[in-house]
C-alpha cells in the first residue's frame, strides 16, 4: 500500500512540470486582504508598469511571520505559472515602511497588492535587490455583500470526489501516504543514528521535539552542545549547565525572583558556576530564543527542565521505551516530575496553585508520533516489513502507531483538511488520529503545495478515483 502511495506521488511529480463598502466605513486591512483572497478583486489585472498579471491560485493565509499569502502562483503576460508568496498592504509605501525590502522572510513575493499610492512612487523590491510586481486594486469595485468569515484556504478540486469515495478508500489512502511519511522519518532518523550513534540520535530529536516549531533551533544546538554523555557524566549539574548553555542564567541579581524561586535559581548558579567560564563561548545568545506567541505551559525554560529530567533518567527511558511500546513510552514521560518546574511557567513567574505535568499529554503525543515511531522503525532498518517489525520483543509498529490518538491540530493541517474535504461532514472523522493527520499532510505536501494550477492539473483526484 505504501509503494501504491509512491507510485501515485511520482506520477504526480510527473505531470507538475507544467460591495461596495458603505461609504461611511473604511474596511480594514485584514477584511480586504478576506476579499482579496476571495477572489472580489477578480483574478486579472494589470501592474503599475502596465504588465498583465493572472491570479492562477491565491495560495493560503500565511498567519506567521511574512508575505500575507503564501503558495499562490500567477502569470505574468501570459508566462509559465510563477510560484511565491503575494503581501497585501493599504498603502504602497507600506512594503518599504514595514521593512519587507530587507526582511529575507519576503524574498520569495511574486506581488505586491495594495490600495492606496502615495504621492510619489514607492518600488517594492527585495532585499536581493529584485523588483516585485505591484498591482493597485480599488475597494470601490467590490461588490456589497461580505461574509466576515475567513476561510484559511479553499476547498480543491478533489473535494467533490472524496465525498463520494467510501470511507474504508479514504482510510485507506490517508493509511498509505502516512505510511509513506512514516518511513520517510525514519529514513532521516537512520542518517541521523549513522552520525552521532543511537543514544545521542535520540536525545537530539526528543529535544527538538521539546522545542515545538518555535524553538526546534536551540534546542537542537543545546544537545550539539551539550551531548547527552556529557550530561549523564555531570549528571549533579546535568540541569544547571543546560540552563546555563540555554543563556538562561545570565541575571546575577537574585532579588529579580520571587523568594519562593531564589534557592532553586541558587542552587542552579552554584552548579553552573564552576563550569562558566569554560563554557562561555557556547552560550545561546538570548535572540536565538522565540518567546511570543509560546504558550506558558510551553515556556522554554520548563522544556529545558524537561530535557534535564529526560537525561538524568536516560536508563529507565531507555527501557520503557526500547520494546517499541508506546503505552510504556508515554507511562514514563507522564512520570516525569520536579518539585519547582510542576508549579512554575517561568524562572521569574509566581508560583501557579495548581500542578502542572514537566511533559503534557500533547507533547507527549506529538513525541510518539514524531520521535519514538520513526526512532523504532529506523532501528528496524534491516527488516523487509519495516512497519512490522521483526525485532525480538517488539511489538508489531503499524497497528500500534494507526490506534494513536490524535491531540492536536494546527493551521498546516487544518489548511490540507479543508482543501481535500470542504464541508464534507466525515472530515473530522479523518483528522481523528494521528496516522490520518499525518498522511493528510503528506497528501498536502506532495499534491496541493506542488500545485501551480489551481488544482486544474493536479492528478490527485483521478488517482483517488482510481484507488482500490
Ligand atoms: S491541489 Fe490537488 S490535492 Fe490539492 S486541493 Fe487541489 S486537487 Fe486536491
Redesign the pocket.
Known sequence: MTNRYAEMREKAARVREQALFPSQRIPSELELQARWFAGDFGKQFLTTNGDKIDIVQFGIWNREAGPDFSDAAIRLNGSEPIRGNIEFDLSDRNWEAHGHAINPAFENTMLHVFVHASDRTFFARTRSNREVPQVRVDPNALPETFSANLPLAR?????APLKDLPEERVRSVLDAAAQFRLQRKAAQIRNKIDNHGRDEALFQQLAAALGYKENKLPFTLLTQRLPLKLLRRQSTDCEALLFGIAGFLQASDLDVYERSTRKYVRQLWDNWWPHRDELQRLILPGKVWRLSGTRPLNHPQRRVAALAALARNWPAFQRSSGKGNSAAASEFLQGLDHPFWNFHYTLTADASPKEMALIGESRIAEILANVLFPFWLAEDADSSTPLAPRRAGRTSLWPQYAKLPARLSNRRLETAAT??FGSDPRRLLFTKTVAHQQGLLQ??ED??MQ?NSD?AH?P??EQMRKWT
Open positions: 476547498p480543491g478540486r478533489c473535494q482543501r481535500l497528501i498536502y499534491f496541493c500545485d488544482c493536479c490527485f483526484p
